[in-house]
T-cell receptor, first 115, second 109 residues
């Protein structure tokens, strides 16, 4: 059973470009969480999604950031018009559709660098 | 103020020493996790606790719900234990994690 997959692992974008980060949850998991880790800071919650639904986006910046988890395919975290302050590691985690939702499994992260 | 506070922020130990990392939280929780983040950045879940104590190899995690406090202990520490250890709580009003800022552990041979 493959773990949580994220790609790309490293992404370099120039200011003003768009960044798309992908997360494929573990097989059988229908809950996805996105977290951001800024340099020298701890992890912060961004958004919690189930298939085709955003459950909690209280940690998402109000502008330029969006997330989706379509019925088919990976979850996507999209950052439009990136700025240097968006440089960070973005982690996703998934949890099962049944059972303990507290049990989250983390992906390896995508390191975004904005130049 | 952060909902989750860890101490110490940085810890250096000699190989073989017994290590304790502390976590205090200020919100009602349904579970507490201890995570390990290696220099490469990957995150591994070590423990999930809602009460009592758990042991896995040289690692022991305890939680006191009344005092809103958890500890992670490492016995007979080894250089390969060098990593950042992160305490995370799941609030009992939702499913999102709140993270401590981490404890950076370096074990010297």
């Amino acid at each position: 059973n493959a773990g949580v997959m994220q790609n790309p692992r490293h992404l370099v974008r120039r200011r003003g470009q768009e960044a798309r980060l992908r997360c494929s949850p573990m097989k059988g998991h229908s809950h996805v969480y996105w977290y951001r880790q800024l340099p020298e800071e701890g992890l912060k919650f961004m958004v919690y999604l189930q298939k085709e639904n955003i459950i909690d986006e209280s940690g998402m910046p109000k502008e330029r950031f969006s997330a989706e988890f379509p019925k088919e395919g990976p979850s996507i975290l999209r950052i439009q018009q990136v700025v240097r302050g968006d440089s960070a590691a973005y982690f996703c985690a998934s949890s099962p559709s049944l059972g303990d939702l507290n049990e989250q499994y983390f992906g390896p992260g995508t390191r975004l660098t904005v130049t | 103020k952060n909902e989750v506070e860890q101490s110490p922020q940085n810890l250096t130990a000699q190989e073989g020493e017994f290590i304790t990392i502390n976590c205090s939280y200020s919100v009602g929780i349904s579970a507490l996790h201890w995570l390990q983040q290696h220099p490469g950045g990957g995150i591994v879940s070590l423990f999930m606790l809602s009460s009592g104590k758990k042991k896995h190899g040289r690692l022991i995690a305890t939680i006191n719900i009344q005092e809103k406090h958890s500890s992670l202990h490492i016995t007979a520490s080894h250089p390969r234990d060098s990593a950042v250890y992160i305490c995370a709580v799941v609030r009992n009003t939702g499913n999102q994690f709140y993270f401590g800022t981490g404890t950076s552990l370096t074990v010297i041979p």
